[in-house]
């Protein structure tokens, strides 16, 4: 395998897009757990009650999805393999996250419209999206 592949032009744009994307999902993740009171007021008390009533576990799933989704995009602008890994693990945690709140609790009930279910939809598809891709480079001898 030849060690000196070049990087493709996208790989700069889906890193840098993808960056920003994570960063957002790492904002909403610290405004919630730090309970900021100005980036909170947009939400209703019983959707303030959802939020900070999520077991431990869903925390830490969610937690892993947001910082391993940041992580792999940085990864991902350093040309490293463990972009891949990183990518996958998020997708698994948003799973476990999504399946608690939309399956198991009333997640679905205390957001009140479809746009949270069509949001978390986009979500995904971006993760998916991020992972296949970050596969695809290192398939092609992109990622070291």
Excluded at 20 to 40: C, F, I
Aim: with cysteine; hydrophobic share 60%.
């Amino acid at each position: 395998m030849n060690n000196n592949v070049k990087a493709p032009w996208h790989l700069w744009v889906v890193g840098i897009v993808g960056f920003l994307w994570s960063a957002m999902g790492a904002m909403d993740y610290v405004m919630t757990k730090t309970r900021n009171a100005e980036y909170m007021s947009a939400f209703t008390p019983e959707q303030l009650e959802f939020f900070y009533g999520l077991p431990i576990f869903i925390v830490a799933a969610w937690a892993t999805a947001v910082w391993c989704g940041v992580a792999g995009s940085i990864v991902l602008l350093l040309r490293k393999s463990a972009a891949v890994g990183l990518f996958l693990i998020s997708l698994i945690a948003m799973f476990i996250t999504a399946i608690h709140n939309y399956g198991i609790s009333n997640g679905f009930e205390v957001m009140g419209d479809t746009f949270a279910l069509v949001f978390t939809a986009i979500i995904f598809l971006a993760s998916i999206g991020l992972y296949l891709y970050a596969r695809a480079m290192k398939q092609r001898g992109v990622l070291k």
